[in-house]
């Protein structure tokens, strides 16, 4: 009977965990779609919707925000516990999504997104140790592939889900979250294991965190408003500088803080450094992808949130496919050629839709080729190079590594939305297809630079599978001259 009950509360437990993964995972989803019907909502008439430009902070704070407190929530879970940094986690990211679904005002909903992300910075990096705390030694492996395979899921519920909350009300995308959260820490008061702390001394360098922050926020804010600025203007330049002394800042200080934010050294290492590149550049060209779509179906072809996001299923539906029945290519190939094989298959899909995207709606010939090229490209690449990255790093730097790799994603999801707006102008329309095809065409070139990293990456382990290798070549003359 005791033993039936701890089974049962086991799995309460990792259905508590993966139930508050998939709301956080779905998120980025359905604030996509969502976003040109949050523009009309704030817009100053019911025919001058807010400008892209300003949309894009409902984005880029999120992201911004998870990148800085990644790490700081990592490690502040490591010190006092897995538990209640989860659970503090959820609470302040349902409490956000209820201020985001009640903001009057864009700025206001902008503030309380940066918000959810603090609450995301907590529940993610605890998720996994809570998960794999919470279930027998023997069933680690197969927890933290359905860990894994959560962001997979949401990635293929996201737009559809996304598209009919919208059409009753795009507030309904955060109201969402609230009953979730409520049930996932009532629940998770009761079933989560107690962890004990697994470190003690300094916190990251907060300061750092702070920089890096500064650093992104400028980047983003010169990009989005330097095409209404200009691009020589005084205050774009002021940002430019801005973020370039706060990231000069911000390397000298993790260089020689005793504890810092991203311990940059671990870049050097051939493997972990060409990795990090692939996932910064490779995650540009998708962010520029995915919101590109979501502007392209809505503003161009007119199309409803809910029609746009089941044209956009495809996509993500088949990325856990690919990553399922390519582990055993990763496996005996190793991670390189499947970086630069789904760093082709992106580039080929973006240069799809540049050649065949059409004012004139058709889906058959333009989108749908376009995400499963970029579905397969996704499957193919982002994951791997996450794994080529981490396995690459001594066994006690692994979950630095992992940090530094997922903030890396945050930082260049926040560089191609605001690169696209950049491009595109803050008012979409018919008049910007060319522009649209400049920003594919970018993310095409991207994506092929992405699978030159990947030939870096198969380089750089064939050489350090031949250095470990013992060269009985050599070895035997030896033996033979005695």
């Known amino acids: 009977m005791r033993s039936s009950v701890w089974i049962s509360k086991q799995g309460l437990a990792s259905t508590v965990i993966l139930l508050a993964v998939f709301m956080t995972n779905l998120d980025l989803w359905i604030v996509n779609v969502a976003l040109p019907a949050m523009g009309s909502s704030f817009g100053s008439a019911p025919d001058r919707p807010a400008t892209l430009g300003s949309l894009s902070w409902v984005l880029n704070a999120y992201a911004i925000a998870l990148a800085a407190l990644l790490v700081v929530a990592g490690r502040i879970g490591d010190r006092v516990g897995q538990r209640p940094v989860f659970l503090t986690g959820v609470t302040v990211f349902t409490l956000a999504s209820l201020a985001c679904a009640l903001a009057p005002n864009l700025w206001t909903l902008v503030a309380a997104r940066a918000l959810q992300a603090v609450g995301a910075a907590a529940q993610l990096p605890t998720s996994l140790a809570l998960l794999l705390a919470s279930v027998p030694t023997e069933r680690r492996t197969r927890a ?14 996201g737009p559809v889900a996304g598209g009919l909350l919208v059409q009753v009300d795009w507030r309904w995308v955060f109201v969402i979250n609230v009953p979730i959260g409520i049930a996932t820490v009532a629940a998770g008061l009761r079933v989560l294991p107690s962890t004990a702390p697994r470190e003690r001394g300094r916190l990251p360098d907060l300061l750092g965190a702070l920089l890096i922050t500064l650093a992104i926020a400028a980047l983003s804010g010169a990009l989005v408003q330097a095409p209404a600025w200009g691009w020589l203007d005084g205050r774009s330049l002021s940002l430019y500088a801005l973020a370039l002394v706060s990231a000069v800042v911000f390397i000298r200080r993790s260089l020689r803080h005793s504890h810092p934010l991203f311990e940059l050294p671990l870049l050097r290492l051939p493997r972990f450094g060409a ?16 919101l590109s779509n979501v502007l392209w179906c809505q ?6 949130a809910l029609r746009t996001g089941a044209a956009m299923v495809p996509g993500p539906a088949l990325v856990p496919v690919v990553t399922l029945l390519t582990a055993r290519a990763a496996q005996r190939l190793g991670h390189g050629p499947l970086v630069t094989t789904g760093g082709l298959f992106f580039a080929a899909a973006m240069l799809w839709r540049t050649c065949f995207a059409s004012l004139d709606a058709d889906y058959w010939l333009d989108l749908l080729p376009s995400q499963v090229l970029g579905g397969v490209g996704v499957g193919l690449t982002l994951g791997t190079l996450v794994a080529a990255g981490v396995s690459s790093l001594p066994g006690h730097r692994a979950a630095t590594g992992s940090a530094v790799v997922n903030s890396v994603r945050q930082i260049s999801a926040t560089v191609g939305v605001a690169l696209l707006v950049a491009i595109v102008g803050t008012h979409v329309g018919p008049a910007q297809r060319q522009e649209f095809r400049t920003a594919w065409l970018i993310a095409a070139a991207l994506s092929v630079v992405t699978a030159v990293v990947g030939m870096r990456i198969t380089r750089t382990a064939r050489r350090t599978r031949e250095a470990t290798v013992p060269t009985a070549a050599t070895a035997a003359p030896l033996t033979d001259a005695h």
Do not use: C, D
């Not at 860990?147 to 293929?156: M, N």
């Not at 590149?277 to 520029?288: H, N, P, R, Y």
């Not at 503003?299 to 409803?304: K, M, P, Q």
């Open 144 to 157: 933290t592939r359905n860990w894994a395979a959560v962001g997979g899921l949401a990635a293929a519920a």
């Open 299 to 304: 503003e161009i072809w007119h199309w409803s």
């Open 275 to 290: 990795a990090s590149l692939g996932t910064f550049v490779f995650g540009t060209a998708f962010a520029i992808m995915l």
